[in-house]
């Protein structure tokens, strides 16, 4: 098998996973509002993702796992993103807030960072 291949699919399933996280926080209040997509499409551009595959994602929720990226400073850009898409509407939901603790623990991050980024913008 080759190995690139192994990375390039490790990659595709954090960025992946990373995705379905963001419209998981921007859905939790029960509705994606415009702001949220906007910055779900520059955060997925970032990630060298298209607009098209977020629709896939967000249509496909179930069938994407959550996959944690290996490194302290990804885990941390990722609940930032999180935040960001909890705060584009200047409101914090307190189900959105529940949800960016609860993917903090899964990345093996203390909730309270998600407090920290909020007041430190």
């Known amino acids: 098998m080759d190995i690139l291949k ?5 990659h595709e ?3 992946r996973s990373h995705v379905k996280n963001l419209i998981s926080v921007a859905m939790a209040d029960g509705h994606l509002d415009g702001d ?5 499409v520059i955060i997925a551009k ?8 977020i629709v896939r994602i967000k249509n496909n929720r179930d069938a994407i796992n ?6 302290y400073d990804e885990k941390v850009q990722q609940i930032k993103d999180l935040v ?3 705060t584009i509407d200047h409101q914090i939901n ?13 990345l093996d991050l203390l909730p309270q960072i998600v407090d920290t980024i909020i007041e430190h913008g």
Do not use: H
Not at 36 to 40: G, S
Not at 66 to 71: A, E, G, L
Not at 94 to 106: A, F, G, P, R, V
């Open 84 to 86: 960001a898409v909890m």
């Open 94 to 106: 307190q189900k959105e807030l529940e949800l960016c603790k609860k993917i903090s623990l899964k």
């Open 36 to 40: 949220e997509w906007e910055l779900l």
């Open 46 to 53: 970032r990630l060298d993702m298209s607009e098209e595959e």
């Open 66 to 71: 959550f996959v944690p990226p290996k490194s």
């Open 13 to 15: 399933g954090i960025r």
């Open 6 to 10: 192994i990375f390039k699919t490790d």
